[in-house]
């Protein structure tokens, strides 16, 4: 297990590690020039793996990011049963996903890194020999590009995102309910008390779901609302407006704090913002920080949740051999 730094001429530095292609800092100029890491984590990748029942900590989620519900799908017409290690349902691609694994590093240069994968027939239940290869690429304009690539010898699915928890803040352990979000989707799937969307998607209008218009995230995270409290906060997938269109962020946040900013930008159809409503104060983390709850914000570009099993979900999810799964996100950061 080793660690990778990439930089760019403006001192912004991106630090991975080949254990479950994590990202382990994100370091970064705030409005007065001072550089602030903007990622949760810990401090070496051995604690990455001492703890890693805590947390998915800027991991590369694999085969299947979310939830597939009831741990169940059905790929050329045989129906499999997968790890249920979320309630009911198959998280992040089992107990043991691709975030557990150890990545072969292909390529290593001062500014991108690239590394592969080989998850065999059966891995965590899912069909398939897949090779797979993720490629991280800092541009000059403190662009952080995340490419995924995967191939398969068998008909499966497959849906990547990178885990990591945001807080604009710099400081780690404060809260993110003043981070200003705008979301670039009119609606967003509904969710029951087991987290899994339900279908269909409904509007955001109306809902404390709108951000299409910038605002704080705490101001109405709090609110008697069914969906909030199914997931103990925000938790939920957001049907972009403009999929695959990388001319156009789906996401911006920005710290008031430190006057930094993230947008976000995919080709995936869908985006999970999660507020870490699960922290608790029982992870120590970078500096031996208690992160607690909602001190970061993740924003997962994905295909949506359970998709596999929903035709509503108009993401295709599945993977034939001959065909290439290509995912690509940007993450470009700046100051206000």
Avoid at 97 to 107: H, I, K, P, T
Avoid at 124 to 145: C, E, I, S
Avoid at 251 to 278: C, D, H
Avoid at 287 to 293: A, D, E
Wanted: charged share 20%; proline share 6%; glycine share 10%.
């Amino acid at each position: 297990m080793n660690t990778y730094t990439l930089s760019n001429r403006h001192g912004m530095k991106v630090v991975v590690t080949n254990y479950g292609g994590r990202i382990i800092s994100i370091i970064v100029p705030d409005r007065e020039g001072k550089m602030q890491d903007v990622v949760l984590g810990f401090d070496t990748p051995d604690e990455y793996l001492r703890e890693r029942h805590l947390s998915d900590f800027g991991a590369a989620i694999g085969r299947y990011a979310n939830r597939i519900g009831q741990g169940r799908i059905t790929v050329g017409g045989r129906t499999i049963q997968l790890p249920q290690n979320n309630g009911p349902h198959c998280l992040h691609g089992g107990p043991v996903g691709w975030q557990y694994s150890l990545f072969e590093v292909m390529e290593q240069g001062e500014d991108s890194l690239v590394l592969e994968l080989t998850s065999p027939d059966g891995d965590n239940n899912f069909p398939g020999t897949m090779k797979v290869r993720m490629t991280y690429r800092l541009t000059g304009d403190n662009t952080l590009v995340v490419d995924y690539r995967a191939t398969t010898d068998a008909p499966t699915v497959i849906n990547m995102t990178n885990h990591s928890y945001f807080n604009l803040n710099g400081d780690g352990d404060s809260q993110i309910l003043n981070h200003l979000l705008y979301i670039d989707a009119d609606h967003y799937l509904p969710i029951d008390e087991t987290s899994l969307p339900i279908g269909p998607m409904e509007e955001v209008a109306g809902s404390p779901f709108d951000f299409r218009t910038p605002k704080a995230i705490g101001v109405d995270i709090e609110k008697d609302d069914v969906q909030l409290r199914n997931g103990s906060g925000y938790d939920h997938n957001w049907v972009l407006n403009h999929p695959g269109d990388m001319s156009k962020p789906c996401a911006r946040v920005e710290s008031p704090a430190t006057g930094i900013v993230l947008e976000v930008f995919t080709t995936e159809p869908g985006l999970q913002v999660y507020t870490g409503n699960f922290l608790d104060g029982s992870v120590a983390g970078k500096g031996g920080k208690k992160y607690g709850r909602r001190c970061a914000v993740c924003l997962e570009t994905q295909k949506y949740p359970d998709s596999p099993n929903h035709e509503w979900a108009e993401s295709n999810a599945f993977l034939n051999p001959g065909e290439v799964y290509e995912s690509q996100s940007r993450y470009r950061f700046s100051v206000s």
